[in-house]
């Protein structure tokens, strides 16, 4: 009886403890249940993230199945969709190279094709076109993903809008191309400074030496005495030359004065009249004498006027028959006055009508290339334009416009 | 009259300048000596000895303006008119801020250059006269 009860308290004893080992069990698979559902919610959410993060950054990101021909699109990202300016549904299943458009560069394009089928990452800048046909530049760089056997599976694409980078590059590039004008000319003001330093010694020399002679030969030598009045006219001619140039090159503020824009013309037509007989050519006027004042600067102006006229006069020089030089002032509207300068010469040939007014840029053998370009400064820094343009029948036709001085309301 | 003028001392580095305004002036009775350096002139003449001086301004060495600081510094009382190629717009004030009697752009004119020697001179001895 005693030995039932002891096997009966065993067998009670075995059972509990299957039931205990089953218990532990339970709760270990429980417990790996539990850590998988956890290992699982946390993959999801780093998942999540990483959509997230796509979606979210601010380069376009697109990926291509590599499997399957024609390269199509799986998947794009609201900013490559913003960037190509097509929705996700017109692109998705599309063959990548599709969306760049027929204006696309077809050499780039090849070389992304290239590097792709080698498996290698391309990166590079391209000209791209959105759904529009608007141009944009972009940065783009694509790399092959590949699965546990190392066939490429997917191209993951990061592309990036540069186009205002480019531009901002674009407008230093130009900036710093100003800034080598600028050097340049101050060199030239420079070189033209020591050389007016040095020819105006000569000139002294000159001047000095025939006022001397004159002085000696008065009432003696009446001939020679003459002579040696053209020696100190040109003399003084050649300084005054030198002293224009100086001030131009000096770029000082103008001297802004009332003129009479007609009056000016005259005056600077007479400096150069000798030139313009000794050539056998006709000078003719349309002046507006009803004109209004302007304010300008007197010198620098008939720099302006100067330069256009010997300009017309040079182009006029190949041709015989090319006689007459016409300047004409009109009123342009109510602000402004014009003046032409209108040669029957050959004209401006159409390659240098671009560069007509670009510093050092000059069609003359000769040319220092500065005339055009100075004469546009100094009209501009009269608050006018100078253009030119060629006459309809024959030769060039350079015009300006000046501001008309305001009268002071009291 | 002649005896009244003044001695003119003409201070250029440029040789042929020098001896053209020496041969002007010599034409107007001047009696005229010619430098190629302020060095030299001040070497050769003592601050006491009257006379105007033509003083260029760019030099190498003493320049113009220096030699004229120099001039005024030593307590001489002598006319300095400027001869230059050079044309700043203040290069007349600041001649005259400096103790010069003026400023004369090259190529002079010798007229001119005659006048402001004479009031240069004629200022001097009245000065003296004074003293």
């Known amino acids: 009886m005693k030995n039932k009860i002891i096997k009966k308290k065993e067998t009670r004893n075995n059972l509990e403890e299957t039931i205990r080992n089953q218990t532990d069990e339970l709760k270990s698979k429980t417990g790996q249940i539990k850590r998988g559902v956890d290992r699982e919610k946390i993959a999801q959410e780093q998942i999540l993230i990483r959509t997230k993060a796509m979606e979210s950054t601010t380069d376009g990101i697109f990926i291509i199945d590599a499997t399957k021909p024609g390269f199509p699109l799986i998947y794009t990202n609201p900013s490559f969709q913003s960037l190509i300016g097509y929705s996700k549904n017109e692109i998705i299943g599309k063959n990548y190279f599709l969306i760049y458009g027929s204006d696309a560069d077809s050499r780039v394009v090849e070389e992304i094709k290239q590097t792709m089928s080698r498996g290698e990452s391309f990166h590079g800048e391209m000209l791209n076109f959105r759904k529009s046909g608007k141009k944009f530049w972009s940065s783009l760089r694509i790399t092959p993903v590949r699965d546990t056997k190392g066939e490429t599976t997917h191209y993951v694409g990061i592309q990036t809008d540069t186009t205002l980078m480019k531009q901002r590059n674009l407008e230093i590039e130009e900036q710093r191309e100003e800034l080598l004008h600028v050097t340049r000319v101050g060199k030239l003001a420079e070189f033209v400074s020591s050389l007016a330093h040095e020819i105006s010694q000569p000139l002294t020399a000159i001047l000095a030496y025939a006022q001397a002679a004159q002085r000696l030969l008065k009432d003696k030598e009446p001939k020679v005495y003459e002579i040696l009045q053209y020696i100190i006219n040109d003399d003084q001619r050649a300084a005054e030359v030198i002293r224009r140039l100086r001030y131009l090159l000096k770029k000082s503020k103008p001297a802004f004065e009332p003129l009479d824009i007609n009056v000016l013309i005259n005056d600077t037509v007479t400096l150069i009249m000798p030139h313009i007989a000794s050539r056998n050519k006709v000078i003719k006027f349309e002046l507006d004498t009803t004109l209004p004042q302007i304010m300008g600067d007197r010198i620098q102006l008939q720099q302006v006027l100067l330069n256009l006229i010997s300009n017309s006069l040079e182009a006029m020089e190949a041709s015989s028959d090319s006689l007459e030089l016409m300047i004409r002032t009109s009123r342009k509207d109510s602000d402004m006055i014009m003046v032409e300068v209108k040669d029957s010469g050959s004209g401006i040939a159409a390659e240098n009508m671009q560069k007509l007014f670009v510093h050092f840029f000059t069609s003359k053998p000769d040319g220092l290339g500065m005339g055009l370009s100075i004469s546009r400064s100094i009209v501009e820094a009269h608050g006018g334009r100078l253009e030119a343009e060629n006459n309809s029948d024959r030769g060039a036709n350079f015009y300006f416009t000046l501001p008309i001085k305001i009268k002071n309301s009291q | ?131």
């Open chain 2, 1 to 131: 009259m002649a005896t009244g003028k003044m001695k003119i001392f003409i201070v250029d580095d440029d040789e042929s300048v020098c001896r053209a305004l020496r041969t002007l002036l010599m034409t107007y009775g001047f009696e005229i000596i010619t430098f190629n350096s302020a060095q030299t002139f001040f070497e050769k003449v003592p601050p006491e000895v009257p006379g105007c001086l033509l003083l260029d301004i760019h030099m190498p060495g003493l320049d113009g303006w220096e030699t004229q600081k120099r001039i005024m510094a030593s307590g001489s009382k002598r006319p300095v008119i400027f001869i230059s190629a050079e044309k700043k717009d203040d290069a007349m004030g600041r001649a005259l801020n400096v103790g010069a009697v003026g400023f004369l752009q090259k190529p002079v004119n010798g007229e001119t250059l005659v006048e402001l020697i004479n009031v240069a001179s004629e200022n001097y001895q009245m000065a003296n006269h004074e003293e």
